[in-house]
């Protein structure tokens, strides 16, 4: 299913941009398995919260409208 490849990927990048320990492993890399679990955490977290936060901007707007940014977020 390519839709499915697509937001995977999409996620995929967003992990790979956001946390460098994620992007190469020969410049940077999590000391211990528990750091990397606390860097996931609280990128998840974020995460989930953004796009919750762009849904509910989606649903108030109408359709055609300005697009959801960052600056709506904060």
Same mark, same amino acid.
């Given at each position: %299913?390519? !839709?499915?490849? +697509?937001?995977?990927?999409? $996620?995929? !990048?967003? &992990?790979r941009? +956001?946390?460098? &320990? /994620?992007?190469?492993? !020969?410049?940077? #890399?999590? =000391?211990? /398995?528990?750091? /990397?679990?606390a $860097?996931?955490n609280?990128?998840?977290?974020? +995460? %989930? =919260? #953004?796009?919750q936060?762009?849904?509910? +901007? =989606?649903?108030q707007?109408?359709?055609g409208? &300005?697009? #959801?940014a960052?600056?709506? #977020?904060l």
């Amino acid at each position: %299913n390519t !839709s499915g490849t +697509y937001a995977v990927e999409g $996620v995929n !990048s967003d &992990l790979r941009h +956001y946390i460098p &320990l /994620l992007a190469r492993r !020969s410049r940077c #890399f999590p =000391r211990t /398995l528990d750091a /990397l679990r606390a $860097v996931m955490n609280v990128f998840v977290d974020a +995460y %989930n =919260r #953004f796009g919750q936060a762009k849904h509910a +901007y =989606r649903q108030q707007r109408p359709k055609g409208g &300005l697009p #959801f940014a960052l600056v709506d #977020f904060l």
